[in-house]
């Protein structure tokens, strides 16, 4: 086993986190309103994309929602630029980043980013080492969700020995149907 199993913190865990970070501010946003901004309401899953993955059709109700001094905008641009920690190369200007993005959480008046805040500061030195070695345990998270689907579509196996013949036949890349000779 690596010694690095289980230290490199996968990019994907980290924005799964955003999900519901986005879907608590734009609901606290939605109750402390007088006014129900339909916009907020409706905006649910523009929050959820990257500025630069965003669709054409979103990209003016973003950039009206951004002008507004809205809790779930504010949640937004923290996020979009943490996305920019991955690109260091070096360690040190990797948690000089950090540091700087952490102040500005801790500062903000965001109950669920200092949340995010505290847990990514409790796992620093496993981000710090992605940007050290570049790898991550994505293959692996691959394969192992490929196996539990074989898992479940075969409703269970008779023994250990069927369902190891089951894993290396679909996961091995063996062809179904040999080129004859």
């Keep these: ?53 965003l669709p054409d059709k979103h990209r003016p109700t973003l950039e009206a929602l951004k002008a507004t001094n809205l809790k779930v905008a504010k ?8 996305s920019g920690l991955w690109n260091y190369l070096s360690v040190g200007w990797a948690k000089r980043f950090m540091k700087r993005w952490l102040t500005w959480v801790r500062k903000s008046d965001l109950p669920p980013m200092r949340k995010v805040g505290e847990m990514l500061s409790r796992h620093m030195d496993n ?36 369902f190891k013949t089951a894993i290396y036949f679909f996961c091995g890349g063996l062809d179904r149907y040999p080129k004859q000779a």
């Design 1 to 53: 086993m690596s010694p690095l199993a289980g230290k490199c913190r996968q990019r994907a865990k980290i924005s799964w986190t955003w999900r519901k970070i986005s879907h608590d501010c734009r609901l606290t946003t939605m109750k402390n309103r007088a006014s129900r901004d339909w916009r907020v309401l409706r905006s649910g899953l523009i929050w959820l994309y990257r500025e630069e993955n």
């Design 75 to 82: 949640a937004w641009a923290m996020k979009e630029s943490l």
């Design 127 to 162: 981000i710090l080492t992605f940007c050290r070695h570049r790898i991550t345990n994505g293959a692996a998270e691959g394969l192992n969700s490929k196996i539990m689907a074989i898992k479940r579509r075969a409703c269970g196996y008779r023994n250990r020995e069927q």
